[in-house]
């Protein structure tokens, strides 16, 4: 099993969001407000180029993976990569990324059932394991359950137990696992909101370049006004995949923005407009006002709109995502969720109580940082990684 050497990069991503929050803070001070300083601007490119990477085949993750030092960003962003691989290579990414939580759970599996019969003792030291593996208490009392049904005082494998747990799962998140979108209005707003540091404006570029391949026509608003980094950030987004990008001074009214970029992505004949939104959770009061005066803003202008409200989560937080999703679902009508970093923790469990307590659809997950590494939810796929399996054969 591949091992991503992710301890470095996950330092690197902290100090580059620390990075990045200290320019939002000291931008007023050093420079009139929307302006983004060159190096605030380079600051953003480097980030977006740690971003993006050439075309990743079984063969190139194990090579990284063979260097414990990776090498310092390219000054240039990489040339981006123009097909995505197959099925089976994106499965072969997909089990790598979710190795720390496989790992846990197909190694604890392996050491509760050898040569032994699936009693009560057993059962219970299975439902504590899935409960250290993020996905929570009553999901991992409901797969145990399942899991003892039929099978309880035989003696069984850990093969077959990490099977039976994989159907389970798949079960649990099958009726979650709904497209990336369904584009059926023009332009179809989509409104991106989460707390600072998931991934949301590296998500947006992401699903720009996808939406381009597919033919979409695309624009992007820099509804983040707080923080200079994340406008230029996404400035850098809209040069590379080639769309324009709406932004505003620095502290401008996000919701203006929202009905101006709007109103542009309407008069330019733009298929998707994507927008960022704040995620300052340490004023929860100015935020919920915020997003719902978005909301409200976009209305007037379409009364359809937004289309789709998504909530981007860092699944290292583990079950800190639930509280996240419950208190954004006290702001605005979420319709939808994209798990990133799911490559960095050994905490993959919590998308299935997430899926199990609130049923919210699971359009993307990120298992890493390329900008292929962000794909459509599968749940087939999602269980049997998350347990070591191989891809079930067609």
Excluded at 143 to 157: G, H, Q, S, Y
Excluded at 307 to 335: C, P, R, W, Y
């Amino acid at each position: 099993m591949m091992i991503w050497f992710f301890n470095k990069k996950k330092k690197e991503e902290q100090a580059t969001e620390a990075a990045s929050e200290q320019v939002a803070d000291n931008a007023a001070d050093v420079t009139p407000a929307g302006e983004v300083t060159p190096d605030e601007l380079q600051g953003a490119a480097e980030e977006v180029a740690a971003e993006i990477t050439e075309e990743a085949t079984e063969e190139n993750i194990a090579a990284e993976a063979s260097q414990v030092d990776a090498p310092a960003p390219a000054q240039t962003p990489a040339p981006l990569m123009e097909k995505p691989d197959t099925k089976q290579g994106w499965f072969a990414r997909l089990k790598s990324g979710l190795s720390l939580s496989s790992g846990k759970l197909a190694g604890g599996i392996a050491d509760i059932f050898t040569k032994r019969k699936l009693d009560q003792n057993a059962l219970d030291e299975l439902e504590e394991l899935l409960i250290t593996a993020d996905l929570g208490p009553a999901t991992a009392a409901k797969l145990t359950a399942a899991i003892a049904k039929n099978r309880f005082d035989k003696e069984v494998t850990g093969e077959e137990i990490r099977t039976a747990l994989a159907d389970e799962i798949e079960k649990i998140l099958t009726p979650v696992e709904k497209p990336l979108f369904t584009i059926d209005a023009k332009p179809f707003v989509i409104l991106m909101v989460g707390v600072n540091g998931t991934g949301k404006t590296t998500t947006i570029g992401k699903l720009g370049q996808q939406f381009t391949r597919e033919g979409k026509k695309v624009m992007l608003a820099a509804g983040d006004t707080f923080r200079a980094a994340a406008v230029a950030q996404l400035k850098v987004w809209g040069e590379r995949i080639g769309c324009p990008v709406m932004a505003k001074d620095e502290g401008a009214d996000a919701a203006a923005l929202a009905y101006e970029a709007l109103d542009r992505a309407e008069a330019e004949g733009a298929d998707i407009l994507m927008m960022d939104t704040a995620g300052r959770l340490q004023n929860k009061a100015n935020l919920m006002e915020e997003l719902s005066k978005i909301v409200r803003v976009i209305r007037k202008k379409n009364a359809a709109a937004p289309h789709a409200i998504v909530l981007v989560l860092d699944a290292t937080v583990g079950q800190n995502a639930h509280s996240q999703l419950e208190l954004f679902k006290e702001m605005v009508a979420i319709t939808g969720l994209i798990v990133t970093k799911l490559d960095g923790t050994a905490k993959g469990g919590v998308l299935v109580s997430l899926a199990e307590r609130f049923q919210m659809p699971v359009h993307a997950i990120g298992i890493g940082e390329g900008i292929d590494d962000l794909r459509p939810f599968a749940a087939a796929d999602y269980a049997r990684a998350i347990v070591g399996l191989d891809a079930a054969s067609d």
